[in-house]
């Protein structure tokens, strides 16, 4: 006898077990075999091993059709978690896709080096991703970092910058640090937004599921178990950037994204970022991916800039 807890990692109970549980019946039903205990979004199981594996399995597939299309019926449930599931399987074979978002929304890699960002982040535990903006680095890496916590292949998910200031003061800015830090993160709280259901990112945050802070609160700590991203590298001076470096324990990614044509350290204050390459190229597990104008996904526009001020440069 086995017992396995559950957690639901998109939608909410109403949406998934339905109005006065329909859908959550259904499944018990097709599962006479196992006893299935529901608080909330925990799903606990109770049987054979072998039985709890065909459900964790059929129930993934069911969670995957409510981010593909925003809803399940009771038809649905019947044909996913019933004997027809491997049907629903072949139907969602998409090995290119990251994450299915919000409202089905197909999240992947869209250009060669965003496609080689993410093989060497299979590849190896440690990634540099460097390039100019709206090449989508930090897209991406958000994207690995919640396809890996929906996998269970990691535990948390670690989003850190800098607090360097571009340019502007938020030494004025009313609030605490964390009140004063959230608008210069909003990109990583962006992508997250259009990477899973509103619900289920507040949960996350309130949990530590998902944590968003400055660099300099990881000093101290190991990060096992967890997919951690330093987004605006180029910011950090090389102490920093080992710090942060320092902190992977086991079983954990890490993902360092920067743009070295943008720095906003002081004229004394090297960047760390490009230090890096210089001494940690050549260690195994360690991977560099460059994107370039080709790779930017905004405006097209946005290519036309980055290359007149690289010729300016």
């Known amino acids: 006898m086995s017992e396995t807890i559950l957690r639901l990692d998109t939608g909410t ?5 339905g109005p006065g549980d ?3 019946n259904i499944i018990k039903a097709l599962f006479p075999k196992l006893k299935i205990v529901v608080r909330g979004d925990m799903i606990k199981l109770i049987g054979a091993q072998q039985e709890i594996v065909d459900f964790e399995k059929r129930f993934d597939l069911l969670l995957l059709h409510y981010e593909r299309f925003g809803k399940i019926n009771e038809d ?45 982040c299979r ?61 210069y993160l909003q990109p990583l709280y962006d992508a997250l937004r259009d990477m899973l259901p509103m619900q289920k990112f507040l949960s996350y945050l309130e949990d530590d599921t998902i944590e968003i802070a400055p660099l300099a609160f990881m000093r101290g700590r190991t990060l096992s178990n967890a ?24 079983s954990s990614k890490f993902i360092v994204t920067g743009d070295v044509t943008q720095i906003d350290l002081p004229k004394k204050t090297q960047s760390g970022l490009l230090q890096t390459e210089k001494i940690l190229k050549g260690i195994k597990g360690i991977s560099f991916v460059y994107l370039d104008g080709r790779d930017v996904v905004r ?3 946005v290519t036309k800039i980055i290359d007149a001020y690289s010729k300016k440069a």
């Open 13 to 17: 109970p109403l949406e998934i077990y």
């Open 22 to 24: 329909k859908n959550l």
């Open 76 to 120: 649905v449930v019947r044909q996913i978690m019933g004997e027809d599931e491997k049907s629903g399987e072949t139907a969602f074979e998409n090995k290119d896709v990251l994450v299915y978002g919000r409202h089905g929304k197909l999240i992947k890699a869209l250009t060669v080096n965003q496609m080689t960002m993410v093989e060497k």
């Open 123 to 183: 590849e190896n535990d440690l990634v540099f991703a460097i390039g100019p903006a709206g090449t989508g680095k930090t897209y991406t890496a958000v994207a690995l970092a919640v396809q890996a916590l929906k996998n269970k292949e990691v535990k948390k998910i670690i989003l850190t910058r800098p607090a360097i200031e571009a340019g502007e003061s938020l030494g004025f800015l009313p609030g605490d640090l964390k009140e004063k830090m959230d608008p």
């Open 227 to 250: 997919f951690a991203i330093l987004d605006e590298a180029q910011n950090a001076s090389e102490s920093q950037i080992k710090m942060f470096l320092t902190r992977m324990g086991k």
């Open 299 to 301: 405006h097209k526009l």
